[in-house]
């Protein structure tokens, strides 16, 4: 049984640990505002750009050649790129995007796969798998910021159209809400068609381009394709706060829990030591009273 001691060096750690867990729930709720703000500025961007996107694709005339980066290939290489945190403690978040991940890997009809990792725990995760990583991203989540999207949507742009991978696809966890994120994929490259002509429909209409529509198609696509990926980064970081705060939150709430138990646990053990330590007082005078007596 445990000792009094023991049951209180318990009780000073979970207390310890439940203030670590309150802080980082509050560090993570802090952060989350931000990233929310972040995405909630970035959307009316991507919208009008997808709609536009969606006018010049629709409208690109059958003479001339289309777009590399709308070019569709026969090729079996296909290069996944796989986006997770650098850090865990935030429940199922890196789990969730790395299994969706595998599976895909594992169910794509071609042994030329290559992948593209942002974040440690996907970079741990694939290095000791027998697949091939180009690239990987660490160590940047605290700042994230646009040139991050830039750099990593200019390096898959420029495999692409080098000729070096036929496919590209995103994998990241989709943020919904502080206790929703769902992992999704999404092809990148190249960029769909039906993808980007499905906003036209609210904008249907004639329009005057000027330069003319492949001049803007040849700038637009680029943008769009760099603006994906920095959407996916801050879905992703949005999701990893929102997942941290629950899983924090919910190990504060354990801990509260555990102490109680603990409580209890200390005072009956305590009242038990009391308890006896009476019946020994009382049996010692009951025992010098029938000596004094005799």
Same mark, same amino acid.
């Given at each position: 049984?445990?000792?009094? %001691? @023991?049951?209180? =060096? #318990?009780?000073?750690?979970?207390?310890?640990?439940?203030? +670590?867990?309150?802080?980082? &729930? !509050?560090?993570?709720?802090?952060?989350?505002?931000?990233?929310?703000?972040?995405?909630?500025?970035?959307?009316?961007?991507?919208?009008?750009?997808?709609?536009?996107?969606?006018?010049?694709?629709?409208?690109?005339?059958?003479?001339?050649?289309?777009?590399?980066?709308?070019?569709?290939?026969?090729?079996?290489?296909?290069?996944?790129?796989?986006?997770?945190?650098?850090?865990?403690?935030?429940?199922?978040?890196?789990?969730?995007?790395?299994?969706?991940?595998?599976?895909?890997?594992?169910?794509?009809?071609?042994?030329?796969?290559?992948?593209?990792?942002?974040?440690?725990?996907? %970079? @741990?995760?694939? =290095? #000791?798998?027998?697949?091939?990583?180009?690239?990987?991203? +660490?160590?940047?989540?605290? &700042? !994230?910021?646009?040139?991050?999207?830039?750099?990593?949507?200019?390096?898959?742009?420029?495999?692409?159209?080098?000729?070096?991978?036929?496919?590209?696809?995103?994998?990241?966890?989709?943020?919904?809400?502080?206790?929703?994120?769902?992992?999704?994929?999404?092809?990148?490259?190249?960029?769909?068609?039906?993808?980007?002509?499905?906003?036209?429909?609210?904008?249907?209409?004639?329009?005057?381009?000027?330069?003319?529509?492949?001049?803007?198609?040849?700038?637009?696509?680029?943008?769009?394709?760099?603006?994906?990926?920095?959407?996916?980064?801050?879905?992703?970081?949005?999701?990893?706060?929102?997942?941290?705060?629950?899983?924090?939150?919910?190990?504060?709430?354990?801990?509260?829990?555990?102490?109680?138990? !603990?409580?209890?646990?200390?005072?009956?053990?305590?009242?038990?030591?009391?308890?006896?330590?009476?019946?020994?007082?009382?049996?010692?005078?009951?025992?010098?009273?029938?000596?004094?007596?005799?």
């Amino acid at each position: 049984m445990a000792t009094l %001691r @023991d049951i209180q =060096r #318990r009780i000073r750690s979970v207390q310890s640990t439940q203030k +670590i867990t309150r802080a980082m &729930k !509050l560090v993570a709720a802090a952060k989350l505002r931000r990233a929310q703000e972040r995405i909630l500025s970035a959307r009316p961007y991507m919208n009008k750009m997808s709609e536009l996107l969606g006018n010049l694709v629709t409208g690109e005339g059958s003479d001339g050649a289309p777009h590399p980066l709308l070019e569709q290939r026969e090729g079996p290489r296909r290069q996944i790129v796989i986006v997770t945190a650098d850090k865990g403690l935030a429940g199922a978040f890196n789990s969730n995007v790395l299994r969706r991940s595998l599976e895909f890997v594992r169910t794509s009809n071609t042994t030329e796969v290559t992948l593209v990792v942002v974040g440690r725990k996907a %970079r @741990d995760f694939y =290095r #000791r798998r027998p697949w091939t990583i180009k690239r990987d991203m +660490i160590s940047f989540w605290d &700042k !994230l910021a646009y040139s991050h999207a830039q750099e990593l949507a200019d390096y898959l742009m420029q495999q692409y159209l080098d000729n070096e991978v036929d496919e590209v696809h995103l994998i990241y966890n989709e943020f919904r809400s502080v206790a929703v994120q769902r992992p999704v994929r999404t092809q990148l490259l190249p960029i769909p068609k039906s993808e980007a002509a499905g906003a036209e429909g609210d904008a249907s209409g004639d329009y005057i381009y000027e330069p003319s529509p492949e001049a803007i198609l040849g700038d637009l696509l680029p943008r769009y394709v760099r603006m994906q990926v920095y959407r996916a980064l801050m879905e992703s970081l949005a999701g990893e706060y929102g997942a941290r705060m629950t899983a924090m939150e919910a190990a504060t709430k354990n801990a509260k829990e555990m102490i109680g138990i !603990l409580t209890i646990q200390y005072n009956k053990a305590r009242q038990e030591k009391i308890t006896k330590e009476l019946l020994d007082i009382v049996g010692g005078a009951e025992a010098l009273k029938q000596g004094a007596g005799a």
